[in-house]
């Protein structure tokens, strides 16, 4: 297990279906993050895990986005009903509580287009 | 007012130059600060945590101004490697939540 893994790269989709969007983070990493970022801009917080508690979610996130972490491992990102709007980047990141030292480890992150 | 602000730049340099970026934050209280590196297309990529004194690695030298909320990066002897996004990342208040500027962009040129 060398990094974090997101699943699949790319993704394009019609307006209106759902998509799910899967995330490995590394295996002794009990934090877990979703992000979603869109040309010329930083990464937008959407969600957070603690093993296998959604301790935070953003404003951003609508109720059309909804996420999970069964057994405090993988985590999915799910988005019905999809827009033109939601085409960027999803991001996934993972840390131990050590964040100083070592930071927010990401995945190489799915690319989402909505035709 | 943004809570993580940078100016994004293209910051534009010849290879050697000296250049630095700075970030501010809106949280008087936040503890954590780090800068990230990310390449076109690419995952971003832990650069540096900023400890409050100041650190150094390598031509990498990060700074924390508490009493005016701003961070910088300092990078010497550019290298046309260094051409990339410097993302600056502030824990607001001592979130566990990282919070992402919009990224300053550097372009080195020979």
């Known amino acids: 297990d060398t990094g974090v893994s997101q699943n699949p790269r790319h993704k394009i989709t019609k307006r209106g279906q759902n998509v799910t969007f899967r995330c490995d983070p590394i295996?002794?990493?009990?934090?877990l993050y979703w992000y979603r970022q869109t040309l010329g801009q930083g990464p937008e917080f959407l969600t957070y895990?603690?093993?296998?508690?959604?301790?935070?979610k953003s404003r951003l996130l609508s109720d059309r986005f909804s996420a999970e972490r069964p057994k405090g491992s993988f985590s999915t990102l799910e988005i019905q009903r999809t827009e033109q709007g939601d085409s960027a980047m999803y991001l996934c990141?993972?840390?131990?509580?050590?964040?100083?030292?070592?930071?927010?480890?990401f995945g190489s992150g799915t690319r989402l287009t909505v035709v | 007012r943004k809570e993580v602000e940078q100016d994004p730049g293209p910051f534009n340099v010849p290879e050697g130059a000296t250049v630095a970026f700075n970030c501010t934050y809106s949280n008087s209280a936040s503890q954590s600060f780090f800068w990230y590196r990310q390449d076109c297309r690419k995952e971003p990529k832990l650069l540096m945590s900023?400890?409050?004194s100041g650190n150094e690695d390598g031509r990498f030298t990060a700074q924390l101004n508490r009493a005016s909320q701003y961070i910088s990066l300092l990078i010497r002897d550019s290298k046309l490697s260094d051409s990339a996004t410097y993302l600056c990342v502030v824990n607001l208040g001592g979130s566990y939540i990282p919070t992402f500027g919009r990224g300053t962009s550097l372009i080195v040129h020979p």
């Open positions: 900023v400890y409050s």
């Open positions: 895990f603690q093993n296998e508690a959604q301790l935070e």
């Open positions: 295996s002794e990493h009990n934090r």
């Open positions: 990141a993972s840390s131990t509580r050590d964040t100083f030292n070592y930071g927010y480890t």
